[in-house]
């Protein structure tokens, strides 16, 4: 009876076994049919940072939604990959996917863990950790676990051990927006894979289960990451992979972490990175710029965006102190907690060395403001000497009475900014020095001329300020420093540089009930038949109107237009001093187009971008070199490159141009730009009522402007010129361009003739000053018959005017053109 019945027993618990078994195999078959499609790792194109460098390499800036850089496998040091193996998956090139002893090994070790309150261990492959972080949920059910086994499985027949470690080691997140090692290895040791010692690599290895349990944020974190550390160096020494020795080398190595910050990037490049990150955004899609892995090579020189940064933010101060003291950035309460109402007041981190300080005590008869600084707590003083600049200032850029002393300026519980001070040699000094960030602004552009390559770009004096570009998006009178283009269009048309220009009062009725417009000069004065050269040189107004009106202001719309400055500019006559609206960027670019011998050029920022593989995208340099690629170097020629640039302008009027804006420097209205004492040429530009100041100039190979102005337009006050605001940035900013170039000349064309002139009346002879002045070949001035029509000449020892037909001189009067 009892064996019966074990029989009965035995069969139900068979077919149970085999029901169950069914079912079993029913519930995988479903599982299995599931799954994802795992074959699309084959194509895995994770999001990868976009990268932007400048054009000597230098990294200016990242932009991507998860920091990541693709590495293949091959590229990944032997000692990275045995880190992560050690730490994650040591069998992993034997298991086919799932470690079964690893599971078994785990479950013992766990239950030790348990009662001793240690964290378990997992027993993922890091064929499964793929499996899940790629095609699955992070959600922790059973049904996903038996998924990610099944797809375990699968991928291993698929995909061969180096692709799988490859996808793995790519995707995996490692703190501080890092994702993947080769990021990581940036992040924490600003190092890339083959810098990382044994140590980092073993750090890095194990940040995968819980990154900001090992960060060193804080001490106990710091010692929990150490502590893992150790562990996974020790696992790499028991697996064979280093020695004894290499593993106390690492267990004794300190754990040093440079926390790069995703922002860690020097403030200059602020403005020009983000037109980069336009224009990239506009060209390719915003996919791309943060998901798309792209390389951006630009033509930013970083040693003259630096100094475009320096001469800038100097000229700004400059004029800024001139106009007076506008108060304390805020005011706090002093007494307990003060430095806690200290830290709250925002700081611009890219005003930096600047700092901000409260001021705790004003001594008058010690002349002294002691300050306590914001970031270190440290106290230091202000003396009188400091901060004597900061008169009060006064509506229309006025200043208020001289001060004398500390009070009259700064009050207990004023939030300031200060800088540490130096001495004539640079070296810092024990106490600091008053600053303010200016109201004005400005904009600074340099440029290769031959190219249109932008060397440097600097859109106002702190971008955590204002991120207005006012290199690129300002739109604002040019004033004088559009009048070599009136000029140009003159010489297109036969005048010379020696050609003779009225200089007098000068009316026109506007019509629709506009009425008159009486333009005058910046000094109000009029000064008769002049030259062009003198006329540009001393940037006269009057001659400029009176040019204008004689050749027609279509020409000089024309010229406007094809020199790229102002679109569809409107043919009226005011236009010819800079009414019209332009960028500086459009206003570098047509002086580039000057003295590179009238060639068109388009600005560009880039030079070249390459996709996730390095593939060129695109490049902007489209010119082809038959004899530049797969040949040996015997000593043969150098082969020549087409030039496939446009002429805007014939190459002498472009020189003729030139030459008179050397003159600008020389003799004009520009005269600080000497100092550099390099060939310079350029011009300044100031607006009405000084709402604007502009140079532009360059040397032979290179092109720079300067805006300054307010943003909101206003007087920049009375006597505040292009030469005097301006000019002085394009000055310190050449002194320092400039430095290790030769004094190389401006490169004179085929065609042009030198002839020595009077400098007052543009002839041969007479007495003055005399100059070489540029002539196309067949224009040179004779004072009977000057080419550009029947017309007199400037007598060269009275100075009056000679009228041809009668040869009798006449006065000046409000007559026209000569």
């Excluded at 998956?89 to 240690?118: C, K, T």
């Excluded at 922002?263 to 990239?280: K, N, P, S």
């Excluded at 003291?325 to 005011?331: A, I, K, L, Q, S």
């Amino acid at each position: 009876m009892i064996w019966r019945i074990a029989i009965i027993f035995a069969a139900v618990l068979f077919v149970g076994a085999l029901g169950a078994g069914a079912l079993g195999v029913a519930y995988v078959a479903k599982l299995d049919s599931e799954l994802p499609n795992y074959d699309r790792l084959r194509s895995y194109a994770p999001p990868v940072t976009t990268r932007i460098h400048a054009g000597d390499g230098t990294l200016i800036r990242e932009y991507a939604r998860e920091l990541r850089l693709f590495v293949p496998i091959e590229a990944v040091p032997d000692h990275v990959k045995e880190a992560f193996l050690s730490a994650e998956d040591r069998n992993f090139y034997e298991h086919p996917g799932i470690d079964y002893m690893g599971v078994v090994r785990a479950a013992m070790s766990n239950v030790s863990n348990y009662l001793n309150d240690r964290r378990l261990e997992g027993a993922s492959t890091i064929t499964q950790q793929v499996a899940k972080n790629f095609l699955l949920s992070s959600e922790v059910k059973l049904e996903r676990k038996l998924k990610e086994a099944l797809l375990a499985f699968k991928i291993e027949k698929a995909f061969t051990k180096d692709q799988i470690l490859e996808l793995y080691l790519n995707e995996i997140y490692l703190g501080w927006r890092a994702y993947g090692v080769a990021a990581a290895a940036l992040a924490y040791f600003d190092k890339s894979l083959d810098e990382l010692t044994i140590a980092e690599a073993a750090y890095l290895a194990a940040m995968p289960k819980a990154p900001n349990n090992y960060r060193p944020s804080t001490p106990e974190t710091r010692e929990r990451g150490i502590e893992r550390r150790n562990w996974v160096v020790a696992r790499m020494q028991e697996n064979g992979f280093i020695t004894q020795a290499e593993m106390q080398a690492a267990l004794a190595e300190p754990l040093v972490v440079t926390e790069r910050p995703t922002t860690a990037f020097a403030v200059e490049y602020e403005y020009f990175a983000e037109e980069v990150r336009r224009q990239i955004a506009e060209r390719f899609g915003a996919d791309s710029l943060y998901d798309g892995g792209l390389s951006v090579r630009t033509t930013l020189d970083t040693r003259l965006q630096a100094a475009a940064l320096d001469a800038l933010r100097k000229g700004l101060v400059d004029y800024d102190r001139r106009h007076g003291w506008r108060g304390p950035v805020t005011t706090i309460e002093l007494g307990e907690g003060y430095l806690d109402r200290l830290s709250k007041v925002p700081f611009l981190q890219d005003l930096t060395p600047w700092e901000l300080a409260v001021v705790v005590a004003v001594d008058d008869a010690d002349g002294r403001v002691r300050i306590v600084l914001r970031d270190s707590g440290a106290e230091s003083t202000i003396p009188f000497a400091e901060m004597s600049w900061a008169r009060a200032w006064r509506e229309g850029q006025s200043l208020g009475p001289q001060i004398s002393k500390p009070s009259e300026v700064l009050k207990a519980g004023d939030v300031v900014l200060v800088e540490r001070a130096k001495d004539e040699a640079g070296a810092a000094l024990d106490h600091f020095a008053l600053r303010q960030l200016p109201a004005v602004n400005g904009a600074l552009v340099a440029m290769d001329p031959h190219t249109g390559r932008v060397l440097a770009m600097v859109g106002g004096f702190s971008f955590y300020a204002s991120e207005y570009n006012r290199a690129m998006q300002a739109r604002r009178q040019p004033g004088s420093a559009f009048k070599p283009f009136v000029y140009a269009a003159a010489l297109e048309r036969g005048y010379t540089p020696s050609s003779i220009v009225l200089d007098a009062p000068f009316v026109i009725d506007q019509g629709n009930d506009e009425g008159l417009w009486k333009p005058k000069n910046y000094s109000d004065g009029f000064y008769g038949p002049s030259t062009l050269r003198l006329g540009i040189e001393k940037s006269r107004n009057l001659m400029t109107v009176r040019l204008a009106q004689d050749i027609g202001m279509e020409a000089v719309s024309g010229i406007a237009s094809r020199f790229h400055i102002i679109d569809d500019m409107e043919p009226v006559l005011a236009m010819a001093l800079g009414a019209g609206e332009t960028t500086l960027m459009r206003m570098v670019a047509a002086y580039s187009m000057m003295v590179n011998g009238g060639h068109e050029i388009t600005p560009t920022l880039l030079d070249r971008v390459q996709d996730r593989t390095g593939g060129t995208i695109y490049r902007n340099d489209q010119r082809e070199c038959e004899g530049c690629r797969n040949i040996g170097w015997a000593s043969q020629e150098e082969p020549l490159l087409p030039d496939p640039r446009a002429r805007v302008i014939d190459e002498r009027t472009a020189y003729q141009i030139v030459s008179m804006l050397e003159g600008v420097v020389q003799r004009g209205t520009a005269t600080s730009v000497r100092d550099v004492g390099k060939p310079l040429a350029g011009k300044t530009g100031t607006t009405n009522d000084s709402h604007d100041a502009w140079f532009i100039g360059f040397a032979p190979d290179l092109a720079v402007g300067i805006y300054v102005g307010f943003d909101q337009p206003r007087s920049l006050g009375r006597g505040e010129t292009g030469g005097g605001v301006a000019a002085p940035i394009f000055r310190d900013f050449m002194m320092v361009a400039l430095e290790d170039r030769p004094a190389t000349p401006f490169r004179i064309p085929p065609g042009i003739r030198l002839v020595r002139v009077s400098a007052k009346t543009g002839l041969p002879g007479g007495e003055g000053p005399v100059i070489l002045e540029a002539f196309k070949a067949g224009s040179e001035p004779r004072k009977s018959d000057r080419p550009g029509g029947e017309a007199g000449y400037v007598d060269p020892e009275t100075g009056a005017y000679v009228d041809p037909a009668s040869g009798r001189a006449v006065s000046s009067g409000t007559g026209g053109l000569y």
